[in-house]
């Protein structure tokens, strides 16, 4: 078989039956992750995806497994305001306060909703 050449931003490599890839993102930082498929023309479409994304000059996209429940709200609360969607409003009603016995990092997503709002609500935008 005959061997690849290895890009020098980044490649891709077997670990198991699982392919990984390996890239460097624009400030020079090694990033590892797993494509999560046995196939290697999808990790390969995953690397691609990275490299585009540092070509358009994004930081590294983040990986699914340690993404906080937390910041996607956040992040669909802003996508909502970028937007301009009536619905916004309606977002904050959506979820429920955590139990007292669940530790939440940074509070949770009704505590960063209430103090947004508290934020936008002040005459000088601060609170």
């Keep these: 078989m005959k061997r690849r050449q290895r890009r020098p931003e980044g490649c891709v490599y077997r ?8 890239w460097a993102d624009a400030l020079g930082r090694i990033h590892y992750r ?5 196939d290697r023309e999808a990790a390969e479409n ?3 995806d990275e490299l585009k994304r540092k070509a358009d000059g994004l930081a590294a996209s983040p990986d699914p497994r340690h993404t906080l429940v937390d910041d996607l709200l956040t992040a669909l609360k802003d996508r909502y305001r970028v937007e301009g969607r009536r619905s916004l409003e309606r ?4 979820c ?3 139990a007292p016995d669940v530790p ?3 509070g949770g997503p009704c505590e960063r909703l209430r103090r947004a709002a508290l934020c936008e609500s002040a005459p ?3 609170s």
Excluded: E, H, V, Y
């Excluded at 797993?34 to 046995?38: F, I, K, L, Q």
């Design 15 to 22: 670990r198991g039956q699982i392919f990984w890839l390996k």
């Design 34 to 38: 797993s494509s999560g498929s046995p």
């Design 46 to 48: 995953a690397l691609r």
């Design 91 to 94: 977002l904050g009603g959506r």
């Design 96 to 98: 429920r306060a955590p």
């Design 104 to 106: 939440r990092r940074g």
């Design 124 to 126: 000088d935008g601060k």
